[in-house]
């Protein structure tokens, strides 16, 4: 019975080897979340900044759209606000442009 006791006792050395095969394992399996973790928010980051680059007022410029502004610099966004006579900015992709409204009606 005493042989079987100590069968079942293990040595510090053996004891330590195990705990730091344990602890081998935890660090391995740490470090695959962490990384996997990380791949998860580049993807997260990707996917919103292309988001944001659908709404860069250059990318939409390219599109073919054009900002509008007023003299005093301020954007128009309804041609109800607009009188014969008011003079714009108009910004294109590629330029500029000065114009004068001859006339303005809402759809």
Do not use: C, M
């Not at 095969?21 to 928010?41: Q, V, W, Y």
């Amino acid at each position: 019975r005493l042989d079987a006791l100590r069968a079942r006792l293990s040595s510090p050395a053996q004891r330590l080897r195990r705990e730091r095969h344990a602890l081998s394992e935890l660090a391995a399996r740490l470090r695959r979340a962490h990384e996997g973790g990380t791949a998860r928010r580049n993807l997260t980051l990707d996917r919103l900044g292309a988001s944001l680059a659908h709404l860069d007022p250059e990318r939409v410029l390219a599109r073919g759209y054009s900002l509008v502004r007023r003299a005093d610099g301020t954007i128009v966004q309804d041609a109800a606000g607009l009188a014969p006579g008011d003079r714009l900015d108009l910004r294109f992709h590629r330029g500029r442009a000065q114009a004068e409204v001859i006339t303005a009606t809402k759809d």
